[in-house]
């Protein structure tokens, strides 16, 4: 079955680690992207990759780090920079940047104690 | 600027309908969708229509544009306590640009 995967489920670290949440799709999508989640806030962009070896900075890239080694993975790393990491972290994938139809993955909640 | 806003929460009885309802700001979206998102969960693409379009029907749903007031709706026929869940609109201003949200609506259904 095509889809997207996220891990873990949940996570949990303690204040000044750096965490890397994983993302990896077999839909050949060209088009990845890492979405944060807030109560009440909606969906913020938080990076995106729209080819191999490259990425760009979305609406609040600050503390966090992506690579796009490979077309199927596109990793976050949630860095100590982060003044406020806690929330709900979605990937989600598409066969080009823009392209209809965004397909997600089922996210990873993440908790900072 | 880019703005998609929509009402908090919305509350039915099972077997009524539902409208969703979604307003816009930038004249120049292409794509407008409604994603589900059930507690815990990843968003499932509903439907889309694309900006040249007044309406389209699929199953229980339908959509329906107003591009001259940029409002999009998502009607919910016979509603069900599976519908149950948080909507969001989105929108897209053409190939090359990202999703933008809005903060997504609450929908509690009652039997």
């Known amino acids: 079955d095509g889809g997207i995967t996220q891990s873990p489920k949940y996570l949990f670290r303690k204040e000044g680690q750096n965490v890397t949440l994983s993302c990896e799709q077999n839909?050949?999508?060209?088009?990845m992207y890492w979405y944060r989640q807030d109560p009440g806030q909606g969906l913020r962009l938080i990076y995106y990759?729209?080819?191999?070896?490259?990425?760009q900075k979305g609406d609040i890239a600050e503390g966090y780090s992506v690579s796009r080694e490979k077309k199927e993975s596109f990793p976050l790393t949630v860095t100590s920079a982060q003044k406020n990491p806690t929330a709900f972290y979605l990937c989600?994938?598409?066969?080009?940047?823009?392209?209809?139809?965004?397909?997600f993955g089922p996210g990873t909640r993440l908790t900072v104690l | 600027g880019e703005d998609v806003e929509q009402s908090l929460f919305l509350s039915v009885r099972e077997g009524d309908s539902s409208v969703i309802n979604c307003t816009y700001t930038?004249?120049?979206?292409?794509?407008l969708y409604w994603y589900k998102q059930e507690p815990g969960a990843g968003l499932q693409l509903l439907t889309y229509?694309?900006?040249?379009?007044d309406m389209k029907q699929d199953q229980r749903l339908t959509v329906l544009l107003n591009k001259k007031d940029k409002h999009l709706s998502l009607r919910i026929a016979d509603t069900q306590t599976g519908d149950s869940a948080i909507y969001f609109c989105?929108?897209?201003?053409?190939?090359?640009?990202?999703?933008?949200f809005g903060k997504g609506t609450t929908l509690s259904v009652s039997s």
């Open positions: 989600a994938s598409s066969t080009q940047f823009g392209g209809v139809g965004k397909f």
């Open positions: 839909l050949n999508h060209d088009a």
């Open positions: 990759s729209q080819i191999v070896n490259d990425f």
């Open positions: 930038d004249s120049s979206s292409t794509y």
């Open positions: 229509i694309f900006s040249n379009m």
């Open positions: 989105a929108e897209t201003l053409g190939a090359g640009t990202a999703l933008i």
